[in-house]
């Protein structure tokens, strides 16, 4: 299950131990990103102390769980900080996911240099202290991939069946290229709607043709590719080649 854990009470604890679920929860760790970055609907309040206290109760039940945290331009810098705080403070973590945000606001080149020299940091001390610390990319290494993401069959809360859960809600721009059926009382498919769908996360660059990443990185993200300018895009480009050198060269020196 994955979850802000804003909403964890003992009760549901309990039941997550007693059925042995594994909880992936969207933390950004650090109080201050946490209380910039993830707040209360219509309030100023941050969400940190309430999680924090979750997950310490969690780690009381000994609950299996991993962290998955948004990377910003604000905080690019702090991942060897984030991981720090884990081992301070968390001590049934085992995973730690470091994702870039797509954002026609973060997006540039520098944001992605500074990533990938953060995230290399931060994964040399979560590897000293037996800390899995990943993202994306650096799950695809080891893989051979036709397409990054093969879609999805989501559902959202008006039962619209979609291929990316980041594209919701009818009310974002996005939603039409990932909507392709409905569910009320029957399954509903749009089975030409589907095809068109699945047509964009097949989707390749020109370049990725004789690309040494395009088995791993394999077109990219289909959600970032329509959030983000071309240009932006390109930068994303070279931040996952940059980031797959980084990897292959960690390996070859284990």
């Known amino acids: 299950i994955t979850t802000n854990a804003t909403l964890l009470t003992d009760e549901k604890i309990n039941i997550l131990r007693d059925k042995n679920i594994h909880l992936g929860i969207s933390f950004d760790i650090l109080p201050s990103i946490q209380n910039a970055q993830r707040i209360y609907p219509h309030s100023e309040y941050g969400t940190f102390g309430k999680v924090n206290t979750a997950i310490h109760k969690l780690d009381e ?22 991981v720090r705080f884990v081992i301070d403070n968390y001590k049934n973590v085992r995973k730690l996911h470091f994702e870039p945000v797509a954002s026609r606001d973060d997006n ?40 990054f993401c093969r ?31 409905l569910i009320d009382e029957d399954i509903h498919i749009d089975r030409e709607k589907k095809s068109q769908v699945f047509s964009l996360f097949n989707y390749k660059r020109a370049e990725c043709a004789s690309c040494f990443a395009k088995w791993h990185c394999a077109g990219g993200c289909v959600a970032e590719r329509l959030v983000q300018t071309s240009s932006q895009n390109e930068a994303k480009c070279r931040y996952n080649k940059a980031l797959i050198l980084e990897l292959l060269e960690e390996r070859i020196q284990q």
């Open 61 to 82: 039940a000994k609950i299996e769980y991993s962290i998955r945290s948004t990377i910003t331009k604000e905080h690019v810098s702090k991942m060897v900080d984030m």
């Open 108 to 147: 540039d080149e520098k944001f992605y240099d500074d990533f990938v020299s953060s995230f290399m940091e931060a994964r040399k001390l979560g590897q000293r202290y037996n800390i899995v610390v990943h993202n994306s990319m650096s799950d695809s290494v080891d893989k051979i991939r036709a397409r």
């Open 151 to 181: 879609g999805e069959f989501c559902v959202s809360p008006t039962g619209e069946i979609i291929a990316c859960h980041r594209f919701s809600s009818e009310k974002d721009s996005n939603f039409a290229y990932v909507n392709y059926g």
